[in-house]
């Protein structure tokens, strides 16, 4: 099973409003699937340096990042009053898994049938990896303690910061 990709959506659970999602992708962990963030390890719809750029003048500037943040508001505001709604931000987030999805398809159907089956799912073997990652003493078991360590580096590493040994 890939726990550290357990470990990443049992944190997403924990922030997300939408935990039938969730609970989804936790079976699908649970049946040794990578997970969908592995489709494009990069990211869906995450900007080059070039892209954040908007002057061309190779320096960002937080009022650069700044107007991606309005941008994006701005595009989940679907009614254009300037405020969120839950509806609003469960649409977005619909609309990022759909092509999450579909980049996962696209990526590894391997016989272009346009679904995904097991094998295919873990033709990569991410979550091999992922586990070996986890798996800290290499013994092939990851105790409640390898667990919480791997928890805590990828709270480390969502809120931006170094992870410590």
């Given amino acids: ?18 935990k039938a999602y969730w609970i989804a992708g936790l079976v699908a962990a649970g049946l040794g699937i990578a997970g969908i963030a592995q489709a494009n390890p990069g990211g869906i719809g995450r900007l080059s340096f070039e892209q954040l750029d908007t002057n061309g003048d190779g320096r960002l500037t937080r009022d ?19 405020m969120l709604t839950a509806d609003e931000m469960m649409a977005q987030g619909r609309a990022r898994m759909e092509q999450r999805i579909n980049l996962m398809i696209k990526n590894r159907d391997a016989n272009g049938d346009g679904m995904l089956s097991l094998e295919e799912m873990r ?39 170094p992870a410590t040994e």
């Fill in 1 to 18: 099973m890939p726990a550290f990709n357990l470990v990443m959506m049992v944190e997403r659970m924990e922030n997300d409003m939408n």
């Fill in 64 to 82: 650069e990042m700044a107007a991606r943040g309005q941008a994006r508001f701005a595009k989940a505001d679907a009614n254009g009053d300037g």
């Fill in 123 to 161: 033709a990569n073997n991410v979550g091999d990896r992922l586990f070996a990652r986890v798996d800290t003493d290499g013994d092939g078991a990851v105790t409640a303690e390898e667990f919480a360590s791997a928890k805590a580096k990828w709270r480390m590493h969502r809120a931006g910061k």
